[in-house]
């Protein structure tokens, strides 16, 4: 063990062991865990509105790929054959699923509705906007998309308006579909 010196004003010594900390040091070591731990509290609520958005994209894109994987394995509609699966972007909140019967039927099976605070910004092509209505099909089998837009992609942009941070979706013509 150690021993530490000590004078005293009045010039007396004393010795004492260096066993534990003194006050200054566990007030340096409280004031370092607080600061920590309010740049931690406030990451993580950040953290929190990222992994909502990040959710609400992965929504989307699993939206599209429904509608895909029915048309891809041959799903009726209403017991009929089944002309194509849909997505329509019918406003900036709300997807709705619906399948088109051999008859030219339309019915609305399904609706998708995002999040407080995300909204889709905008639907394009890559070259030119496209409105609210525009519907993605899948034809029967192969699975491949066609969009009302009239384009062999379509990019469908989210955004959170808390952060101002955008994601894309993206529906490829081949089927391909991912998140950006």
Not at 69 to 74: A, E, I, L, Q, V
Not at 77 to 105: H, P, R
């Amino acid at each position: 063990m150690y021993n530490v010196e000590f004078t005293m004003y009045n010039g007396n010594k004393m010795l004492k062991s260096a066993h534990g900390f003194t006050l200054v040091e566990l007030l340096v070591v409280m004031a370092v865990m607080a600061i920590v731990g309010v740049f931690t509290l406030a990451n993580y609520k950040s953290f929190g509105e990222d992994q909502n958005f990040k959710n609400a994209a992965l929504d989307v894109q699993s939206f599209l790929r429904l509608a895909q994987s029915n048309s891809t394995s041959g799903l009726k509609c209403q017991s009929q054959d089944t002309l194509g699966w849909i997505v329509v972007f019918t406003n900036a909140t709300e997807l709705d699923l619906e399948c088109q019967n051999s008859s030219g039927i339309t019915s609305s099976l399904k609706k998708l509705s995002l999040p407080a605070d995300i909204s889709i910004s905008g639907i394009t092509t890559g070259i030119s906007n496209c409105p609210f209505g525009t519907t993605v099909t899948f034809a029967p089998l192969y699975g491949t998309m066609v969009s009302s837009c009239g384009s062999s992609s379509i990019i469908i942009t989210l955004l959170n308006s808390k952060t101002s941070n955008t994601k894309q979706v993206i529906v490829e013509q081949g089927g391909r579909i991912y998140a950006q």
